[in-house]
């Protein structure tokens, strides 16, 4: 075992020397199995004893359930690690095969790599051949201050309203004998008033639940945000809608603005080993896990002699997107620097170009007009030609835009 571990193994009796000693990670075995709390938890070690795969899935969970978590360009700030001992190599297989399906069931996001020798875990992390940077992106919201106010300005005042802030509402309940088998009963009663909220924090929850970053533009100091409503009131229902207003006269208001203090300074990466493509311009040795279209754009990028990496995705570089959805960023699939441009590249993200989000996208500009993040969106037969490969069956891709 390294030096730098510390391993407690005298179960409870450990927990004052334990909490003393700010340890950042836990050592579990099967006696401590669910480990004690600590969300910057990000290394397990799981002892041979530990046989069961639900045993071994309920550990991963724990540490994988960090309160507050977010991406880091660094991925190995984005890495849990998991040291199981076991009894043979066909053993870690299994209890890897079953945890991987039960992650990739329930978070598909969460990619699992597994190794039994130690020489492929040294060459996981890649790192790049030559520092660059692209300049950060961010939400300049100045010009939606106006707007929102004038909107906000419009909406009802429900001070004074006697009527519209008041709601119906019910009230469930289970009813169970004490001491018999019976079912549970359900009784649902009906109330002449439903629960009262603050108009402000309606809207405001309204406002998060579409798109957060329009809630920090808004001036919470209104009055008219004191007023309290019933949830099933119509006056509720009409903050609701004022509030959705709100969140699209911020997207059409706010644009998208460079950031020259902080760029993005290409990482590392992680790689398998068996699965590293090596190329011949990019910025790292190679990259693993490329499909057959993210192939064949980085082999037409590489052939045009310049630069280039490609992003990792959930903690690479990425442009804020102005649009109502789950997906609050857009993360392109690669990089090419051609002397003070910089050309993101996405084969998935054709569904953009309609939107005003996808139209704010390629129109960022610095302050003196210029355009230095330049986004464009691949499709086959369009922005790539199709080419008869050398020697006869097969077919490649090529920029067909210059870069």
């Known amino acids: 075992m390294p030096s730098e571990l510390r391993l407690f193994s005298g179960g409870q009796d450990d927990f004052a020397a334990f909490s003393a000693g700010n340890f950042r990670h836990i050592i579990f075995n099967q006696a401590l199995q669910e480990g004690w709390d600590d969300p910057a938890c990000a290394f397990a070690y799981v002892d041979k004893s530990m046989a069961s795969p639900l045993q071994v899935e309920q550990v991963i969970g724990r540490v994988l359930r960090q309160p ?43 990619k699992i790599e597994g190794y039994s020798d130690a020489r492929d875990r040294n060459r996981l992390r890649l790192e790049p051949k030559s520092r660059a940077t692209v300049p950060e992106i961010h939400i300049d919201a100045d010009s939606a201050v106006a707007p929102l106010s004038d909107a906000i300005a419009g909406m009802h005042d429900y001070r004074d309203d006697r009527v519209n802030v008041f709601g119906p509402g019910e009230l469930t309940r289970a009813i169970q004998n004490v001491g018999e088998k019976s079912g ?35 001036d919470w100091a209104s009055p008219k945000f004191d007023v309290l409503v019933e949830v099933t009131s119509v006056a509720a229902a009409a903050l ?21 203090s ?21 910025l790292h040795e190679g990259y693993s896990d490329l499909n057959s279209i993210e192939l064949e754009i980085a082999q037409g990028i590489d052939r045009k002699g310049l630069p280039w990496s490609r992003n990792p995705v ?22 090419v620097w051609k002397n003070d441009l910089i050309v993101a590249i996405d084969p998935k993200g054709k569904h953009l170009l309609g939107t005003d989000a996808g139209k704010k996208l390629l129109s960022i500009r610095d302050e003196r007009g210029k355009q230095r993040v330049l986004l464009r969106f691949v499709t086959e037969g369009k922005s790539w030609r199709r080419q008869r490969g050398a020697g006869g069956a097969g077919s490649r891709f090529s920029l067909s835009c210059e870069v």
């Open 68 to 110: 507050g978590a977010k991406h880091y360009a660094d991925p190995i700030l984005n890495t849990a690690n998991f040291y199981i001992r076991t009894g043979g190599r066909q053993e870690f297989q299994k209890i890897l095969d079953v945890v991987r399906r039960k992650i990739s069931g329930e978070t598909p996001e969460v």
């Open 184 to 218: 549970v009963i359900l009784e649902t009663i009906q109330k002449e008033h439903s629960n009262r909220v603050v108009a402000r924090w309606l809207i405001r929850r309204h406002m998060q639940s579409r798109y957060p970053e329009a809630v920090k533009t808004v």
């Open 240 to 260: 609701r809608e004022d509030a959705e207003k709100l969140v699209d006269v911020y997207l059409s208001e706010a644009e998208l603005a460079f950031e020259n």
């Open 262 to 282: 902080n760029p993005y300074v290409v990482p590392a990466i992680i790689g398998k080993p068996d699965g590293i493509i090596r190329f011949e311009n990019a």
């Open 314 to 335: 959930n903690g690479g570089y990425s442009i804020p997107l102005l649009e109502k959805g789950d997906t609050r960023r857009f993360f392109p699939d690669f990089l």
